[in-house]
C-alpha cells in the first residue's frame, strides 16, 4: 500500500511482502488501525520488520487481529528482520491472543425475566420521582419561609417561557378540539333534532376534560422537554456542580422557579383552553346546526355550571406538579453525554403524558365518589 507510514507491501517473485515501518505505538494506534482496514494478504505471505522502529502490546494486538482477518491464520506467515526485543512483544501477544477466549454469548432472557426486570426498573423510576418531588416540596416551603431564597427574575425568565409564549399554540389547538368535538356531536344530534344539546356536550366536556389534558400534554412536550434538555446540558457543561461548589442549592436556583412557574400559568393556559374551544364549537355551530351565537351564548348560561369550570383549574396545578417534577428530575439526573440527554428528553415527554392521564383518571373516580 503506497503512501502508509506505517508500513507497504511489495510483490517479488510471487512472494508477498508486508514490511512495517515507523513507531507503532499506542498514540497512533487509531491511525495504524485505519491504515490496517484494507489490507489484504495471503497465506503465505511474509512479515518483514526490518524498519520498524518500535512496537507496544497495544499495536501488536492491531496487527495481529489484522493479519488474522486477511490472512486467515498467523501461523502461516513468515516472520522476518525483527529484533529481538520486537521479537518478544509479538511472541507474547500471539500467545495471549491464542489462549483468549472469547467472552460467551449473554443468555437470552425468558418472559418472565424481562417483566420482572421492567417491574424493577418501574418501580425504581417511580421511587426517584417520589423522593425527588419531597425534596422539591421541601425546597418549596424553604422558600416560603425565607423570602430571601426566592428568585424573582428566574421566576419571570420561566413565566415568559411557559406561559406567555404557549399561549399561541394552545389557544390554536384547543379552538380546533373545540371544533372537532361540535362538528361530531352535531352529527348525531342532527339525527334526533337534539341540535341544541351539543353546547351542553362541548361545554361540560371541553371544560371539565379535554381543555385541562389537552393542555397539559402540549405543555408536556413543550415545557416539560425544554425542562430536561436545558437542565441536562447545564449537568453536561458542569454548570449544576459549579452552582454547588458556589454553596448554593441546585433545587432552589433551577428546580422551585420551573415547577412554581408551571404551577401558575397551566391553569391559565387551560382558561385560555376553554374559552377557545367555545369559541370554536360557536363558530361550527351556526352554519351546521342553525345554532346563533345570542342561542349558543345563552344555552351555555343554562347548562354549564360553574363547578365544572373549577374542576377543570383545580386539575391544573397538579398536572403543572408531576409534569414539571418528571422534567427537572429528568434533567437534574441525566447521563454526562449528549445521547443521554436526548433520551431523558423523549423519556419525559412520555412520562409526563402518561402521568397526566393517570391523575386524570385517578380525579374522575375520586369526584365520581364524592359525586361531582
Same mark, same amino acid.
Given at each position: 500500500?503506497?503512501?502508509?507510514?506505517?508500513?507497504?507491501?511489495?510483490?517479488?517473485?510471487?512472494?508477498?511482502?508486508?514490511?512495517?515501518?515507523?513507531?507503532?505505538?499506542?498514540?497512533?494506534?487509531?491511525?495504524?488501525?485505519?491504515?490496517?482496514?484494507?489490507?489484504?494478504?495471503?497465506?503465505?505471505?511474509?512479515?518483514?520488520?526490518?524498519?520498524?522502529?518500535?512496537?507496544?502490546?497495544?499495536?501488536?494486538?492491531?496487527?495481529?487481529?489484522?493479519?488474522?482477518?486477511?490472512?486467515?491464520?498467523?501461523?502461516?506467515?513468515?516472520?522476518?528482520?525483527?529484533?529481538?526485543?520486537?521479537?518478544?512483544?509479538?511472541?507474547?501477544?500471539?500467545?495471549?491472543?491464542?489462549?483468549?477466549?472469547?467472552?460467551?454469548?449473554?443468555?437470552?432472557?425468558?418472559?418472565?425475566?424481562?417483566?420482572?426486570?421492567q417491574a424493577f426498573g418501574l418501580a425504581a423510576l417511580l421511587h426517584g420521582h417520589v423522593n425527588f418531588l419531597g425534596a422539591t416540596v421541601l425546597s418549596?416551603?424553604?422558600?416560603?419561609?425565607?423570602?430571601?431564597?426566592?428568585?424573582?427574575?428566574?421566576?419571570?425568565?420561566?413565566?415568559?417561557?411557559?406561559?406567555?409564549?404557549?399561549?399561541?399554540?394552545?389557544?390554536?389547538?384547543?379552538?380546533?378540539?373545540?371544533?372537532?368535538?361540535?362538528?361530531?356531536?352535531?352529527?348525531?344530534?342532527?339525527?334526533?333534532?337534539?341540535?341544541?344539546?351539543?353546547?351542553?356536550?362541548?361545554?361540560?366536556?371541553?371544560?371539565?376534560e379535554f381543555a385541562p389534558i389537552i393542555v397539559a400534554v402540549i405543555v408536556a412536550g413543550r415545557s416539560g422537554a425544554a425542562f430536561t434538555a436545558q437542565?441536562?446540558?447545564?449537568?453536561?457543561?458542569?454548570?449544576?456542580?459549579?452552582?454547588?461548589?458556589?454553596?448554593?442549592?441546585?433545587?432552589?436556583?433551577?428546580?422551585?422557579?420551573?415547577?412554581?412557574?408551571?404551577?401558575?400559568?397551566? %391553569?391559565?393556559? @387551560? &382558561?385560555? !383552553?376553554? #374559552?377557545?374551544?367555545?369559541?370554536? +364549537?360557536?363558530? /361550527? $355551530?351556526?352554519?351546521?346546526?342553525?345554532?346563533?351565537?345570542?342561542?349558543?351564548?345563552?344555552?351555555?348560561?343554562?347548562?354549564?355550571? %360553574?363547578?365544572? @369550570? &373549577?374542576? !377543570?383549574? #383545580?386539575?391544573?396545578?397538579?398536572? +403543572?406538579?408531576? /409534569? $414539571?417534577?418528571?422534567?427537572?428530575?429528568?434533567?437534574?439526573?441525566?447521563?454526562?453525554?449528549?445521547?443521554?440527554?436526548?433520551?431523558?428528553?423523549?423519556?419525559?415527554?412520555?412520562?409526563?403524558?402518561?402521568?397526566?392521564?393517570?391523575?386524570?383518571?385517578?380525579?374522575?373516580?375520586?369526584?365520581?365518589?364524592?359525586?361531582?
Open positions: 500500500m503506497p503512501g502508509t507510514p506505517w508500513f507497504s507491501v511489495d510483490v517479488a517473485a510471487g512472494r508477498t511482502t508486508l514490511r512495517l515501518a515507523g513507531a507503532w505505538r499506542l498514540p497512533q494506534l487509531a491511525d495504524i488501525e485505519a491504515a490496517l482496514t484494507g489490507l489484504a494478504l495471503p497465506a503465505d505471505a511474509t512479515v518483514d520488520g526490518s524498519a520498524l522502529a518500535a512496537i507496544d502490546s497495544a499495536a501488536a494486538l492491531v496487527l495481529l487481529r489484522a493479519l488474522q482477518r486477511t490472512a486467515g491464520a498467523v501461523e502461516g506467515l513468515s516472520w522476518a528482520g525483527f529484533s529481538e526485543v520486537h521479537s518478544r512483544i509479538l511472541g507474547q501477544v500471539r500467545t495471549h491472543l491464542a489462549t483468549a477466549t472469547p467472552p460467551p454469548a449473554p443468555r437470552p432472557r425468558g418472559l418472565l425475566a424481562q417483566i420482572g426486570r418549596l416551603g424553604e422558600a416560603a419561609r425565607q423570602p430571601r431564597l426566592a428568585r424573582p427574575r428566574e421566576l419571570t425568565v420561566q413565566l415568559e417561557q411557559t406561559g406567555l409564549n404557549a399561549i399561541p399554540v394552545v389557544a390554536l389547538v384547543t379552538l380546533l378540539i373545540g371544533i372537532v368535538i361540535a362538528y361530531l356531536l352535531g352529527l348525531q344530534a342532527e339525527k334526533y333534532g337534539a341540535n341544541i344539546f351539543v353546547v351542553d356536550g362541548v361545554a361540560i366536556g371541553a371544560t371539565r437542565l441536562g446540558a447545564m449537568r453536561l457543561t458542569e454548570e449544576i456542580d459549579a452552582i454547588r461548589t458556589l454553596g448554593l442549592s441546585p433545587l432552589q436556583v433551577l428546580v422551585v422557579p420551573r415547577v412554581l412557574a408551571l404551577m401558575i400559568t397551566l %391553569p391559565l393556559l @387551560v &382558561f385560555v !383552553g376553554d #374559552v377557545m374551544s367555545l369559541l370554536g +364549537a360557536m363558530a /361550527i $355551530a351556526g352554519p351546521m346546526l342553525d345554532i346563533g351565537p345570542a342561542a349558543f351564548m345563552a344555552r351555555l348560561h343554562e347548562s354549564l355550571d %360553574p363547578r365544572h @369550570v &373549577f374542576i !377543570g383549574l #383545580v386539575k391544573a396545578p397538579v398536572f +403543572a406538579l408531576s /409534569i $414539571a417534577v418528571i422534567g427537572t428530575r429528568m434533567g437534574m439526573t441525566v447521563g454526562r453525554d449528549t445521547r443521554a440527554v436526548g433520551a431523558a428528553t423523549t423519556s419525559t415527554v412520555v412520562q409526563s403524558i402518561v402521568a397526566v392521564i393517570l391523575l386524570d383518571a385517578g380525579f374522575a373516580v375520586v369526584l365520581q365518589a364524592m359525586d361531582l
